[in-house]
Protein backbone atom coordinates (compact mmCIF):
# COMPACT_ATOMS: atom_id res chain seq x y z
CA UNK A 1 0.00 0.00 0.00
CA UNK A 2 1.60 3.44 -0.88
CA UNK A 3 1.98 5.33 1.92
CA UNK A 4 0.60 9.37 1.73
CA UNK A 5 3.88 11.20 1.55
CA UNK A 6 4.68 14.95 2.80
CA UNK A 7 8.14 15.99 0.65
CA UNK A 8 9.34 19.12 2.24
CA UNK A 9 11.71 22.20 0.81
CA UNK A 10 15.01 22.77 3.20
CA UNK A 11 16.29 26.10 2.83
CA UNK A 12 13.59 28.45 4.46
CA UNK A 13 11.23 25.75 4.99
CA UNK A 14 12.44 23.09 7.09
CA UNK A 15 15.37 24.58 8.77
CA UNK A 16 16.41 28.29 9.14
CA UNK A 17 19.96 28.12 6.96
CA UNK A 18 19.91 32.33 5.95
CA UNK A 19 22.55 32.87 9.07
CA UNK A 20 25.40 30.99 8.62
CA UNK A 21 25.17 30.79 4.55
CA UNK A 22 25.04 34.93 4.72
CA UNK A 23 27.72 35.15 7.17
CA UNK A 24 29.70 32.50 4.70
CA UNK A 25 28.55 35.31 2.05
CA UNK A 26 29.87 38.21 4.15
CA UNK A 27 33.20 36.77 4.68
CA UNK A 28 33.62 35.97 0.94
CA UNK A 29 32.43 39.55 0.37
CA UNK A 30 34.96 41.41 2.56
CA UNK A 31 37.31 39.13 0.50
CA UNK A 32 36.08 40.81 -2.74
CA UNK A 33 36.21 44.17 -1.13
CA UNK A 34 32.62 44.59 -0.46
CA UNK A 35 30.40 45.47 2.05
CA UNK A 36 28.38 42.77 3.80
CA UNK A 37 24.70 42.23 2.40
CA UNK A 38 21.65 43.72 3.94
CA UNK A 39 20.23 41.61 6.41
CA UNK A 40 16.60 41.52 5.23
CA UNK A 41 17.85 40.86 1.80
CA UNK A 42 20.39 38.66 2.52
CA UNK A 43 17.45 36.51 4.19
CA UNK A 44 15.26 36.26 1.42
CA UNK A 45 18.44 35.29 -1.00
CA UNK A 46 19.69 32.77 1.17
CA UNK A 47 16.45 29.86 -0.67
CA UNK A 48 17.79 31.01 -3.85
CA UNK A 49 22.15 29.98 -3.74
CA UNK A 50 24.45 31.63 -2.84
CA UNK A 51 25.08 33.73 -6.03
CA UNK A 52 22.27 35.43 -5.72
CA UNK A 53 23.04 36.25 -2.43
CA UNK A 54 26.20 37.56 -3.31
CA UNK A 55 24.44 39.43 -6.42
CA UNK A 56 21.98 41.03 -4.42
CA UNK A 57 24.91 42.70 -2.18
CA UNK A 58 27.13 44.26 -5.02
CA UNK A 59 24.51 45.32 -6.87
CA UNK A 60 22.82 47.00 -3.10
CA UNK A 61 26.19 48.32 -3.22
CA UNK A 62 26.79 49.84 -6.85
CA UNK A 63 29.92 47.21 -7.89
CA UNK A 64 30.18 45.62 -10.87
CA UNK A 65 29.68 41.82 -10.64
CA UNK A 66 32.24 39.78 -11.48
CA UNK A 67 32.84 37.77 -14.92
CA UNK A 68 30.64 34.84 -15.98
CA UNK A 69 34.09 32.65 -16.04
CA UNK A 70 34.52 33.93 -12.74
CA UNK A 71 31.67 32.39 -10.80
CA UNK A 72 32.38 28.93 -10.93
CA UNK A 73 35.66 29.54 -8.98
CA UNK A 74 33.69 31.89 -6.54
CA UNK A 75 31.21 29.10 -5.84
CA UNK A 76 33.59 26.54 -5.23
CA UNK A 77 35.15 28.81 -2.85
CA UNK A 78 31.76 29.28 -1.23
CA UNK A 79 30.80 25.90 -0.69
CA UNK A 80 33.82 25.07 0.66
CA UNK A 81 33.32 27.61 3.74
CA UNK A 82 30.01 26.75 4.05
CA UNK A 83 30.64 23.27 4.47
CA UNK A 84 33.05 23.81 7.15
CA UNK A 85 30.12 25.84 8.93
CA UNK A 86 27.04 24.59 8.01
CA UNK A 87 25.29 24.22 11.21
CA UNK A 88 27.07 26.66 13.22
CA UNK A 89 24.13 29.06 13.83
CA UNK A 90 21.56 26.78 11.55
CA UNK A 91 18.30 25.49 13.39
CA UNK A 92 14.84 23.92 12.52
CA UNK A 93 11.78 26.13 12.41
CA UNK A 94 10.00 26.15 15.64
CA UNK A 95 7.66 23.24 15.71
CA UNK A 96 9.17 21.24 13.05
CA UNK A 97 11.03 18.47 15.25
CA UNK A 98 7.54 17.81 16.53
CA UNK A 99 6.35 17.89 12.53
CA UNK A 100 9.06 15.11 11.88
CA UNK A 101 8.15 13.13 14.91
CA UNK A 102 4.31 13.17 14.52
CA UNK A 103 4.40 12.16 11.10
CA UNK A 104 6.11 9.36 11.21
CA UNK A 105 4.02 7.96 14.30
CA UNK A 106 0.60 8.98 11.95
CA UNK A 107 2.23 7.15 9.18
CA UNK A 108 3.71 9.46 6.91
CA UNK A 109 6.55 8.88 4.57
CA UNK A 110 8.83 12.28 4.24
CA UNK A 111 11.30 13.57 1.93
CA UNK A 112 13.74 16.55 1.39
CA UNK A 113 13.57 17.72 -1.98
CA UNK A 114 15.97 21.20 -2.21
CA UNK A 115 18.32 22.71 -4.52
CA UNK A 116 20.99 22.51 -2.49
CA UNK A 117 23.58 20.43 -3.67
CA UNK A 118 22.81 16.62 -2.28
CA UNK A 119 25.99 16.64 -0.19
CA UNK A 120 25.21 19.70 1.53
CA UNK A 121 21.90 18.60 2.07
CA UNK A 122 22.86 15.56 3.58
CA UNK A 123 25.20 17.00 5.46
CA UNK A 124 23.28 19.72 6.92
CA UNK A 125 20.37 17.30 8.52
CA UNK A 126 22.89 15.05 9.57
CA UNK A 127 24.38 18.01 12.05
CA UNK A 128 20.77 18.71 13.57
CA UNK A 129 20.11 15.29 13.99
CA UNK A 130 17.01 14.74 11.63
CA UNK A 131 18.39 12.90 8.72
CA UNK A 132 17.05 9.14 9.82
CA UNK A 133 13.37 11.16 9.29
CA UNK A 134 13.53 11.35 5.31
CA UNK A 135 13.35 8.37 3.15
CA UNK A 136 15.30 10.93 0.41
CA UNK A 137 17.22 13.81 0.50
CA UNK A 138 17.06 14.78 -3.17
CA UNK A 139 18.93 17.97 -4.33
CA UNK A 140 19.82 20.20 -7.47
CA UNK A 141 22.16 17.94 -8.50
CA UNK A 142 20.95 14.02 -7.92
CA UNK A 143 18.83 14.19 -11.15
CA UNK A 144 20.76 16.99 -13.05
CA UNK A 145 17.80 19.30 -12.76
CA UNK A 146 16.69 21.82 -10.05
CA UNK A 147 13.25 23.03 -9.09
CA UNK A 148 11.11 23.92 -10.90
CA UNK A 149 11.40 21.18 -13.16
CA UNK A 150 10.08 18.74 -11.97
CA UNK A 151 12.45 15.83 -12.33
CA UNK A 152 14.08 16.23 -8.73
CA UNK A 153 10.37 15.68 -7.29
CA UNK A 154 9.76 12.93 -8.64
CA UNK A 155 12.86 11.11 -7.96
CA UNK A 156 11.94 12.16 -4.58
CA UNK A 157 8.70 10.60 -4.05
CA UNK A 158 9.59 7.65 -5.96
CA UNK A 159 12.43 6.98 -3.10
CA UNK A 160 10.45 7.73 -0.88
CA UNK A 161 7.84 5.13 -1.62
CA UNK A 162 5.23 7.59 -2.62
CA UNK A 163 3.05 8.84 -5.68
CA UNK A 164 2.37 12.10 -7.26
CA UNK A 165 -1.46 11.61 -6.45
CA UNK A 166 -0.74 11.08 -2.64
CA UNK A 167 1.84 13.92 -1.43
CA UNK A 168 1.82 17.34 -0.22
CA UNK A 169 4.66 19.58 -1.66
CA UNK A 170 5.64 22.20 1.64
CA UNK A 171 8.32 24.71 0.51
CA UNK A 172 8.59 28.68 0.60
CA UNK A 173 9.04 30.20 -3.34
CA UNK A 174 7.81 29.71 -6.61
CA UNK A 175 10.26 27.34 -7.29
CA UNK A 176 8.20 24.79 -5.28
CA UNK A 177 4.89 25.93 -6.09
CA UNK A 178 5.78 25.54 -10.33
CA UNK A 179 7.25 21.72 -9.40
CA UNK A 180 4.22 21.05 -7.38
CA UNK A 181 2.33 22.39 -10.04
CA UNK A 182 3.83 20.11 -12.95
CA UNK A 183 3.23 16.97 -11.19
CA UNK A 184 -0.45 17.57 -10.48
CA UNK A 185 0.13 17.64 -6.61
CA UNK A 186 -1.01 20.18 -3.90
CA UNK A 187 1.28 22.72 -2.44
CA UNK A 188 1.91 24.58 0.69
CA UNK A 189 3.60 27.74 1.11
CA UNK A 190 5.40 28.08 3.93
CA UNK A 191 4.28 31.67 5.35
CA UNK A 192 7.59 31.49 7.92
CA UNK A 193 9.89 31.18 4.72
CA UNK A 194 12.00 33.12 2.72
CA UNK A 195 9.15 35.06 0.81
CA UNK A 196 10.52 37.36 -1.81
CA UNK A 197 6.85 38.48 -2.60
CA UNK A 198 3.05 38.20 -0.90
CA UNK A 199 2.01 34.76 -0.11
CA UNK A 200 -0.84 35.62 -1.78
CA UNK A 201 1.02 35.98 -5.05
CA UNK A 202 2.76 32.81 -5.30
CA UNK A 203 -1.05 30.99 -5.71
CA UNK A 204 0.04 28.01 -4.07
CA UNK A 205 -2.92 25.75 -3.09
CA UNK A 206 -2.52 26.31 0.35
CA UNK A 207 -0.76 28.95 2.96
CA UNK A 208 0.69 27.31 6.19
CA UNK A 209 1.26 29.46 9.22
CA UNK A 210 2.93 26.56 11.16
CA UNK A 211 4.42 23.15 10.79
CA UNK A 212 1.51 21.68 13.07
CA UNK A 213 -0.39 23.10 9.89
CA UNK A 214 1.44 21.11 7.37
CA UNK A 215 0.75 17.92 9.29
CA UNK A 216 -2.92 18.81 9.97
CA UNK A 217 -3.35 19.42 6.15
CA UNK A 218 -1.91 15.89 5.06
CA UNK A 219 -3.89 14.33 7.22
CA UNK A 220 -7.19 16.48 5.56
CA UNK A 221 -5.56 15.52 2.23
CA UNK A 222 -5.26 12.06 2.75
CA UNK A 223 -8.51 11.48 4.20
CA UNK A 224 -10.41 12.88 1.88
Not at 140 to 162: E, M, N, R, V, W
Not at 214 to 224: F, G, K, P, T, W
Request: charged share 20%.
Amino acid sequence: MTRFTIILDLDGTLADTAPDLVAVANDLLARMGAGPVDPDKGRIAAGQGARRILEAALTDQGLALPREDAWPDIIARFIGSYRQRIARHTRLFDGMEELLAKSRENGFALGVCTNKKQHLAEALLQALGVRDHFGSVTGADTTGQSKPDPAPLLHCISQCGGQPEQVLIAGDSMSDVLAARAIGAPCALAAWGYLDRPASLYQADYTVHSPEDILALACELRNA
